[in-house]
């Protein structure tokens, strides 16, 4: 069973920090932007670890775990508090609290993982689930239809990782006699140029398997494909229920 | 207590740049020496935080965006290409400003002026600027990494 992890912090970029510090590690990272959003899952979810930051916006770490330690069910919640500030006194503010262990920030993810190791077991994650996990997330099926769902945040790393699931997918797909493939780009804001070379080498991989590929898109960015010349003949529709028929 | 006028700010803030580039982003800068006149022209980014207590003033980070990009891919470990909208060099911009304040106000703490940090504030665009009225102690530290230069600027304003 995967550790469950819970980073609370209102920086985008430290959560990031996080999140890859964990990352070879058999967990489940979640995230909230500050203390009563963190509350609020932990409540839920009864994390095995938390990673608080102090400075945040809405409610602070020190009062999110001042509320942690008045409640029964979560009060055992291991917690490693992320702060700025190493000066003595509040140092020892935030240990009378109850933390487990604190990192001052600037920090490096190793530094961070140390901590966590002496508070709680963390198993290397197999390869396998890894990279599993990693092609779940983008590949879903509807029926007899292979999706790939492109995140809003599709950068050059979130390609890469794509393209290196779709040789097994396509392969997958041949074996298993599916011919359909939706590309989701609803979640996309706009065309970057590495998600135009990634439908560029859909395109031709799926021609030599007789796969068809319609792509779902917002109007606005179906405009931008068919502004490529080498998209703009791809089927693009509105909707999975549109591209299901169009099928 | 200590008095503002007797801390060696310009070392204190030295130490805590070197220490968030050598830390968050495995990148050497070099610290430039003497007083500074001069101001960054174009877009620039600004993260600032204020502190209040015993003594009061505020911490700012000063960057063009193209050093700003080069500084958040080095914290999110990715190519400066790949860092694609501004909002993700706020948010490092943000961060660094917190904790460089954050070192600051650990050393004031304990020097005898304990305050509070307020959370990072960012200002962004090519033609402004940002005052600061009636400190008493005031350092302007510029650091250089690959061509590009940014500023850090400390105003303190009493022991109250």
Known sequence: ?247 | MSEIGTLDLKKLIGNAVDEVFETMLSMEVELLKGDFDISLNGDRIVGSVSFAGKVMGSIRIEVNTDFGRLITAGMLGMEPEEVEGTEEIYDVIGEMSNMIGGDLKSRLCDSGLPCELSIPSITSGKDFTIEAKDWVKHEKLGFRHQGHIGFLEVFMKRDV
Do not use: W
Request: hydrophobic share 40%; net charge negative.
């Open chain 1, 1 to 247: 069973m995967p550790l469950k992890v819970l980073t609370v912090d209102d920086s985008k970029t430290i959560r990031m920090i996080v999140k890859k510090a964990f990352k070879p590690f058999d967990c489940l990272i979640s995230e909230a932007e500050n203390g009563v959003e963190g509350l609020a899952f932990a409540a839920k979810e009864k994390p095995d670890l938390i990673v608080l930051d102090i400075t945040m916006p809405v409610m602070n770490g020190i009062e999110m775990l001042t509320k942690l330690k008045e409640d029964p069910v979560l009060k055992e919640v291991p917690v490693i508090m992320l702060t700025a500030e190493s000066g003595k006194d509040n140092v020892l503010k935030i240990v009378k609290m109850g933390v487990n262990d604190y990192v001052v920030k600037p920090f490096k993810g190793e530094q961070l993982i140390e901590r966590a190791k002496a508070i709680v077991s963390l198993e290397p994650k197999k390869e396998e689930s890894r990279v599993n996990d990693s092609a779940k997330q983008y590949f879903p099926k509807d029926g007899d239809i292979q999706r790939l769902v492109i995140p809003g945040k599709a950068d050059r790393p979130v390609i890469a990782d794509i393209e290196g699931h779709l040789d097994p997918k396509i392969k997958e797909m041949a074996d298993s006699g599916m011919q359909k493939f939706v590309l989701d780009l609803s979640q996309v804001g706009g065309i970057n140029v590495s998600l135009v070379k990634l439908i560029i080498t859909m395109k031709e991989k799926f021609q030599k398997q007789d796969i068809r590929m319609r792509i779902v898109a917002p109007s606005d960015v179906g405009k931008e494909l068919k502004e490529f010349q080498e998209t703009s003949e791809i089927a693009v529709d509105e909707s999975i229920e549109q591209a299901s028929q169009a099928f």
